[in-house]
């Protein structure tokens, strides 16, 4: 949202608000819902998982990478 919302200077200025209101968050979560943020911030977490998955070492125990690649799962399937 912040790259390509047409308000995304108003964005930039609430988020980089330490005393943010309530309505100013809320606002904000519009300003991302209506842009493509969400699932550009999706697209991009399954980038990164799929990175740190190919980073963990073939040297690593297998018990160990089951555990790094079920947490990597988990952070892209979890839900707020």
């Given amino acids: 949202a912040l790259k390509n919302s ?3 200077e108003r964005l930039a ?3 980089s608000n330490k005393m943010m209101t309530e309505t100013e968050l809320s ?3 519009t300003i991302v819902r209506d842009s493509d943020g969400i699932p550009y911030s999706k697209q991009k977490v399954q ?3 799929s990175l740190a998955k190919s980073a963990i070492p073939d040297e690593c125990k297998p018990e160990l990478k089951k ?4 947490l990597a799962d988990y952070i892209l399937k979890r839900t707020f």
Wanted: charged share 30%; hydrophobic share 45%.
């Fill in 27 to 29: 606002e904000a979560l």
């Fill in 6 to 8: 047409p308000k995304k």
């Fill in 13 to 15: 200025a609430i988020v």
């Fill in 67 to 70: 555990s790094l690649e079920s």
């Fill in 47 to 49: 980038e990164y998982i």
